[in-house]
């Protein structure tokens, strides 16, 4: 008898390629986490594609010992189309960056996200492009200075959550790149949701826009600058002696201070709930920012939709039950045919 195949591991996941990002890179981490988790997700690693585009994070497919692509510019969620519609089976990964997936490949990044496939799409934020040396991204903070922009980024700057979220993302999270456990559990959950789970890592460029993320990644003013999302408790954030809450006046969200044995809910802070229906909650939470609110870190939206794989099977399905298998030769000789002579 054969033997039982042994469990996977991390270590089947690492590839043999040399990991060449900066001193420092978020991306290490990130690779690190993903790789940690996989082996609860698949039971063989052929099962696994990664899709990536162009820059820093691109270099992800090589280090993932699965099948993987490294496409073009901004194009990696039409791959990701491509490969989930033909082989809904496995198990599909994008992974991409502020300037890939929000510049040139805003476009394609949005109506993958709209059709609802069932795959994880992973964005990370550095707020700068890194690969090709630090030019301002789409997520740029305004006043951004790099050698192209020297008197500072005067474009408004794009919020990927609230990008996700007007697509129609059924699964919108973020997470911060250093802190592994919290972000090893949105990874499980974005793998364990039916439709397309869009993840905000935050990322830090050490190099070219380095410490961008420093109040959220520090774990001393961490408490302070960000607000911990988890279904059914309020929004309390800060530390004892200084907590505060957020509220909704008219829409508009507020902070509400708090003493430490206040009842949250009775002062009015809001009660967390990823699963309502609406968007507008989750677009509420969206604007939150430095340093007026603290930033939202967790999952933000997590709703139910039909995916664009199952109806594509199940039209086909239809069509052949319809119609019958079809047939290519007469296909291609039925209706009006022409000569074109030699």
């Known amino acids: 008898m054969a033997a039982a195949a042994s469990p996977l591991t991390r270590k089947d996941?690492?590839?043999?390629?040399?990991?060449?990002?900066?001193?420092?890179?978020?991306?290490?981490?990130?690779?690190?986490?993903?790789?940690?988790?996989?082996?609860?997700f698949v039971d063989k690693r052929e099962n696994v594609v990664f899709i990536s585009g162009i820059g820093c994070s691109s270099r992800f497919p090589y280090y993932m010992n699965t099948y993987g692509f490294h496409t073009i510019h901004g194009r990696a969620p039409s791959f990701a189309t491509g490969i989930k519609a033909s082989r809904p089976e496995l198990s599909v990964w994008v992974v991409t960056g502020d300037g890939d997936g929000l510049s040139i490949g805003g476009n394609h990044l949005l109506h993958t996200i709209r059709r609802n496939l069932d795959i994880q799409i992973l964005l990370f934020n550095n707020k700068i492009y890194g690969l090709t040396k630090g030019q301002y991204s789409p997520t740029s903070d305004p006043g951004t200075r790099t050698k192209s922009s020297p008197e500072g980024s005067i474009d408004h700057p794009i919020d990927p959550i609230s990008f996700a979220l007007g697509a129609g993302a059924t699964f919108v999270a973020r997470t911060i790149d250093v802190d592994a456990t919290h972000m090893q559990q949105t990874l499980r959950r974005a793998h364990a949701h039916k439709g397309t789970a869009f993840v905000e890592i935050l990322q830090n460029c050490p190099v070219f826009n380095d410490l961008v993320w420093d109040d959220v990644q520090d774990r001393k003013t961490r408490p302070s600058s960000s607000i911990s999302l988890v279904h059914?408790?309020?929004?309390?954030?800060?530390?004892?002696?200084?907590?505060?809450?957020?509220?909704?006046q008219g829409g508009d969200p507020t902070v509400i201070e708090l003493e430490d044995d206040d009842d949250p809910i009775e002062k009015g802070v809001v009660v967390h709930d990823e699963f309502l229906e609406s968007t507008a909650y989750a677009f509420a939470l969206a604007t939150l920012c430095r340093p007026d609110f603290p930033l939202p870190v967790g999952v933000l939206r997590q709703t139910e939709k039909a995916c664009y794989e199952d109806m594509l099977e199940s039209q086909i399905q239809d069509a052949i039950d319809t119609h019958g298998p079809g047939d290519l030769e007469k296909l291609l000789h039925s209706g009006d045919t022409w000569q074109v002579p030699g």
């Open 13 to 40: 996941f690492v590839s043999t390629q040399d990991v060449r990002w900066c001193p420092g890179c978020g991306d290490y981490s990130v690779l690190a986490n993903v790789q940690r988790v996989m082996p609860e």
């Open 232 to 248: 059914g408790e309020p929004l309390v954030y800060g530390t004892p002696g200084n907590l505060r809450g957020i509220g909704m």
